[in-house]
C-alpha cells in the first residue's frame, strides 16, 4: 500500500498547496497538510500548541495527527491509485530537529511503521513566490534551513528526494506525474 503514498513536501511557502490543489483537480486523492491544520485550530481556540509558543506540544499533535492521517487514508484507499500527502510523518522529525527537541523512541517507531513511497517529492525554495501570513511566520532564511533539514531528514530515513524544478503549476504536475509512471 505505501507504494502508493507519495510526500509532497519542502520548506514553506514553495508552492506545495497550490501543486496539490491540482492533483485534486486531476482527481488524485490528496491529504491536507496537519502542520497548518493544527496552527488554525490553534489561534481559533487561543491555544498554546502554535511553532511560535509551545514547540513541544505543536510536535506532539503534529506526530499524532499524521499518524491518524496515514492511518485514516489507509482506510479509505482503494490500492489502485497514487496519494499525495502535503507532508509526511518524516517532516515532525524534521520540525523537532529544528527546534533542538529530541527525537524519542516513539517518533523512531512511527517512522519506520508508518512508510510512503521511497520517491519524495521536494519543493526548493523559490523566493519570487515566497510569503509569510498568519500561519507562515518564516522568516527567508528559516525556510531555506527547513528545506536543508528536510533532504537530511528524508534521506535519513531512506527515501530518495526528487526536487521538483521551479516552473509553473502545470509543468510541475506533469513532472510529478511523469516520476510515478
Known amino acids: 500500500m505505501p507504494d502508493h503514498f507519495y510526500v509532497i513536501t519542502g520548506g514553506p511557502g514553495v508552492g506545495k498547496t497550490t501543486l496539490l490543489e491540482a492533483l485534486k ?5 490528496c491529504i491536507p497538510e496537519i502542520a497548518r491544520e493544527i496552527i488554525h485550530e490553534q489561534i481559533q481556540q487561543n491555544g ?8 513541544a506540544l505543536y510536535t506532539r499533535l503534529m506526530l499524532e495527527r499524521s499518524v491518524n492521517s496515514y492511518c485514516d487514508t489507509i482506510q479509505i484507499y482503494n490500492g489502485t491509485e497514487p496519494v499525495f500527502f502535503d507532508r509526511g510523518i518524516p517532516d515532525t522529525l524534521c520540525y ?3 527546534t533542538d527537541q529530541p527525537i524519542t523512541e516513539t ?3 512511527f517512522i519506520n511503521q508508518y512508510r510512503y513511497n521511497t520517491k519524495v517529492f521536494m519543493l526548493p525554495p523559490w523566493k519570487a513566490i515566497y ?5 507562515r511566520k518564516q522568516n527567508w532564511e528559516e ?3 527547513t528545506y536543508e533539514q528536510m533532504i537530511k531528514t528524508y534521506q535519513q530515513y531512506g527515501y530518495q528526494i526528487i526536487e521538483i ?3 509553473s503549476v502545470q509543468n510541475r504536475l506533469a ?3 511523469h516520476h510515478i509512471s
Open 96 to 98: 523537532a530537529s529544528l
Open 25 to 29: 483537480q486531476q482527481g488524485y486523492l
Open 175 to 177: 513532472f510529478i506525474l
Open 48 to 55: 498554546t500548541a502554535l511553532p511560535w509558543k509551545d514547540y
Open 131 to 135: 510569503h509569510t501570513d498568519t500561519e
Open 165 to 167: 524544478p521551479k516552473d
Open 143 to 145: 525556510a531555506i534551513a
Open 107 to 109: 517518533m523512531e517507531r
